[in-house]
């Protein structure tokens, strides 16, 4: 058995809105979820411990779908697989109340998601904790219209170096929100653009972390990492094209 509580936690880290089609790969009580979003602007993985059910390789074509099983339900889940000979057919989901059944894909038809080739040192590393998180959400959806946001590596008045995320236009006319955090920064001429859309989704999804870290290649590409009792989340993202300055 498991909650409903963690199965729509797992699938809320990875869907962010878009992203259908999914392997469930659970070996040895594992769980593992690799993912791209159709934009392909970010790559990333999530993963359960004490999952409780046998190994396989459950393809998942429409997520969505799946979801709205899920949310009907309430309490702790059997989840079972319904096979013929070798081919699972479907997942079979029940609570004290419903018997749900989701058709299962064929995983040789789902494309393999690929590997991000990561830098072997991030120039900075950021923790997140749940109020970073939410002030990071009240700063975005305070700008909702604009999809951009400014990561940058400045020196405070101190001269200690720290990090800015600039949501709003570039333009010094207009609307902007500023949000500081300190940490491990090793470069402070750092100036990369994201789409702060994804950035919200990805980080609406993790809110409930016991901890974040957030780490910045200065050749543009982000890391964060997020864990929540078993579940652990991975996310790649790269910039708006042309956003390294």
């Not at 979003?37 to 393809?59: H, M, Q, R, T, W």
């Not at 990369?192 to 972390?209: G, H, P």
Request: aromatic share 8%; charged share 25%; net charge negative.
């Amino acid at each position: 058995m498991i909650s409903k509580i963690t199965i729509a936690s797992i699938i809320k880290k990875y869907y962010l809105g878009e992203i259908e089609q999914v392997k469930w790969e659970i070996k040895n009580k594992t769980l593992n979820i690799d993912f791209i979003a159709p934009s392909k602007i970010v790559i990333g993985n999530v993963s359960c411990n004490n999952f409780p059910i046998e190994d396989s390789s459950l393809a998942i074509y429409n997520t969505k779908k799946l979801s709205n099983l899920i949310n009907i339900t309430s309490g702790e889940l059997l989840f079972e697989i319904e096979k013929q000979e070798q081919i699972l057919l479907k997942l079979l989901i029940s609570d004290a109340n419903y018997n749900l059944t989701y058709a299962l894909s064929d995983p040789l038809l789902f494309p393999k998601t690929g590997k991000v080739k990561a830098p072997s040192t991030y120039e900075v590393i950021l923790n997140l904790n749940i109020e970073d998180i939410s002030n990071l959400l009240k700063a975005k959806n305070a700008l909702a219209d604009i999809d951009n946001m400014m990561i940058t590596t400045v020196k405070d008045l101190d001269g200690e170096d720290i990090c800015e995320f600039v949501f709003g236009d570039e333009a010094g006319h207009n609307n902007k929100i500023t949000y500081r955090l300190r940490g491990e920064i090793n470069d402070d001429n750092i100036k990369i653009r994201y789409n702060s859309d994804m950035f919200k989704l990805i980080l609406y999804a993790n809110k409930d972390s016991e901890e974040g870290k957030l780490q910045l290649s200065n050749e543009g590409l982000m890391k964060l990492n997020f864990k929540s009792g078993d579940i652990k989340s991975e996310y790649y993202m790269v910039p708006q094209e042309g956003g390294v300055y």
